[in-house]
């Protein structure tokens, strides 16, 4: 264990124990202001990193300035005018001998006028924007120098200055008196910031806790502003790395606590799971058939399986998931199948009893719109276990539903849960005797592995990394909605050779009711255009029943075009459906269109998807379409959807507290995701203790999640 750093260690207060409030000038309102920033302790004031820095340390020729420059210039004024445009403003030109600059000022009175005479020498600071003539700097800051002090003056600041985040009643000013006081402190020893990272553990050029701090709030004038801002500077990296090091300790714990509990060891695959396998009209692909058997090497051990599967839309995740749960129903236990939306809950009680049932098993099915009568004789299946797999949404386990004995759970779309929902779905299913449930999470965000690794490190990992053999990408065209005719006629054409389609009406997602109604409008209208087809309609404020009946008349090829919110957006399988328009595409993120375009392209036929857009659009929803034109690889896209959004969107986590990184960034610090990882495994091993200092450095309260 390495020692507490500094002489007084021993009488220096953890800084992560310290309040503010035992700072000079900081009261209840000032601690309430500082709460907004996050800032609770005088070790959060000291995570508090500049967002950017100014460089005031050295005086730039006015010949080397170039616009968007922020620096300070020294200068003589050669002239002042004050001209009247639509605002009357005061314009000084000075100049260094190596250029010429202009100071533009809106607001001055004539004393200020005065000071500005031909011959004084100014120092200034400011941003160097091009004007009509010259360059020129909008109310710099500057103050006169005396005559002849070039010399005497010319080191401005010793370091480059901090900009902070600030909030509102809580300026720079302030809040660099407050930062200072905290270094200050620190300097002197009064402050405890051991280092917890064994050096050898440490990614080389990486210095120490204390040092890096101190020179991220004070940087000397020898560091690149531009490495700085890019967030690669050692100090900042080794920050980064703590805090990234220390997340995915807690994770790991969590999962090393998930192992120490009990799950039923289940029997190897019999002839229950063979006769299905044998049924099915297709072979498991060789993906398939490997996460499988690691799904299957896991459900023979007693301890409660943590898999994450990741598959492309398309990929065949649900079969896998009734092979497993095959598994359990050959030992004699129950499997739940928990689905986000009632639509795709639905789907999947319709595809296990179609392989299921001709085995002689039974499957229930819960959601909040059965009758009275019909669940309490579901509930009653599960409690008796009569109903070997119960399929629902959520509400499943929310409500009272007992299970004779449950042996697995699967979550499928789980970006749809967060991460909370998945930590407490772990506890629900503990049996009288105290053993765990396995569980199986199913989802088609398909990230990459170091990512998966690091925001799933309490998860064993496998990849579906295959579609099944056939299918043909789905030709992806953008389409301005100026030409909606052309596209109305091409769903006729499709459908006149027997193809079905899907006409999906996107609105802000926020607006459920707003989307409805869209797609009550389109549907009107295109029974008038296209008065030979049969059209249906599918949205989420139609009853449970209604919805059902839509959707098996599609399936059932009764219908020849759907009409239907983003509802459909997850899991619903109609393989001879092989077109699809998706109206307003430019209001969706990728993720969601390349799952809506994944109801499209599961058959044999050549599949399209038409993405209408309203114009004008932006550059970003430009560039999102033309992802999707180009690619039909969910890991492509995902990693397209990274660059666009950042990995606190994609993952979802943004809200749940898990990964609320306040220095790292999952983006911009891929390359030490790795390292961490090594790292975080050997403390593990080997410096237990720095483990326990380390999740309450980093995260204090809400290592309680640990303990779920
Ligand atoms: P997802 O991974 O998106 O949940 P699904 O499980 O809905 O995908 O499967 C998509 C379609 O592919 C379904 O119609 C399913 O029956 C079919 N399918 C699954 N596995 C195979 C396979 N190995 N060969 C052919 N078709 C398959
Ligand atoms: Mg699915």
Redesign the pocket.
Known sequence: MSPAYGSSASTATPAHRLDVTTLKGVGPSMAERLQRLRIQTVQDLLFHLPSRYQDRTRITPIGALRPGDEVVVEGEVQGSEVKFGRRRMLLTHISDGSGGLTLRFFHFNSAQQQSLSPGTRLRCFGEVRSGVTSLEMVHPEFRRLAPGAAGSEAVVEEHLTPIYPTTEGLQMPGLRKLIDQALTLLQEGALALPDLIPTALLPSGMGRLRESLLSLHRPTPDIALSQLSEGGHPAQQRLAFEELLAHQLSLRLLRQRQRLHVAPALRAPGPLVAQLQAR??????GA?QRVLDEIRADLQQPTPMQRLVQ???????????ALAALQAVESGLQAAVMAPTELLAE?HYQ?LRGWLEPLGLKVAWLTGRLTAKARREMLAAIESGTAVVAVGTHALFQQEATFRALGLVIV??QHRFGVHQRLALREKGVQADGSHPHQLI?T?TPIPRTLAMTAYADLDLSV?DE?????TPVETVAISDERRDEVVQRVAAACAEGRQAYWVCTLIEESESLQCQAAEESVVQLRQQLPQLRIGLIHGRMKGAQKEQAMNAFKQGELELLVATTVIEV???V?NASLMIIENAERLGLAQLHQLR?RVG??STKSSCVLMYHPPISQQARERLGVLRESNDGFVIARKDLELRGPGEVLGTRQTGMLQLRIADLQRDQALLAPVGVAAQRLLQEYPQQVTLLLERWLGERQRYGDV
Do not use: H, N, W, Y
Not at 280 to 285: D, I, V
Not at 467 to 471: A, V
């Open positions: 099915l009209p297709f072979a498991l692909t398939q598959g492309d839309v398309g990929c065949g995740k649900t079969i896998v998931a789907q595809s499928d779309e199913m088609a579906i579609l099944p053999p056939g299918r899991g619903v399988d393989p994944g599961r058959g």
